[in-house]
């Protein structure tokens, strides 16, 4: 099992930055990819970007070059970093992991809130 804890959500107003950071125990060795997705009231959880083990990243197109995902395999920890942040980025963000037989885990998730 795997147990994620998100943290860093916030309001911040429109053209600012925030930092998400998501700390993995339990059985760490089995993580394979971890990333983060987004969902709005009423709409499905999106992608918003991925970093394999190997530290391979994939984002959506709607983050690229503003969002940045790490990854500190020593400290089990993800993050994100948000830059240039839009109304439209508001969302609550989950946490997301995938074991290396293929089992999602999910955080319990941060709201971020962008003011304009």
């Known amino acids: 099992q795997v147990q994620l804890v998100e943290s860093g959500g916030g309001l911040v107003q429109a053209g600012g930055s925030l930092r998400l950071s998501c700390a993995a125990s339990?059985?760490?060795?089995?993580?394979?990819?971890m990333g983060w997705y987004r969902q709005d009231p009423g709409k499905q959880r999106e992608l918003v970007a991925t970093v394999t083990s190997s530290g391979r990243t994939n984002y959506a197109d709607s983050v690229k070059g503003r969002f940045t995902i790490s990854r500190d395999n020593a400290k089990n920890t993800v993050y994100l970093q948000m830059n240039s942040l839009k109304s439209e980025d508001t969302a609550v963000y989950y946490c997301?992991?995938?074991?290396?037989?293929?089992?999602?885990?999910w955080g319990q998730g941060t709201q971020v809130t962008v003011s304009s």
């Open positions: 997301n992991a995938i074991s290396n037989i293929g089992e999602p885990y």
């Open positions: 339990g059985i760490i060795f089995s993580i394979n990819r």
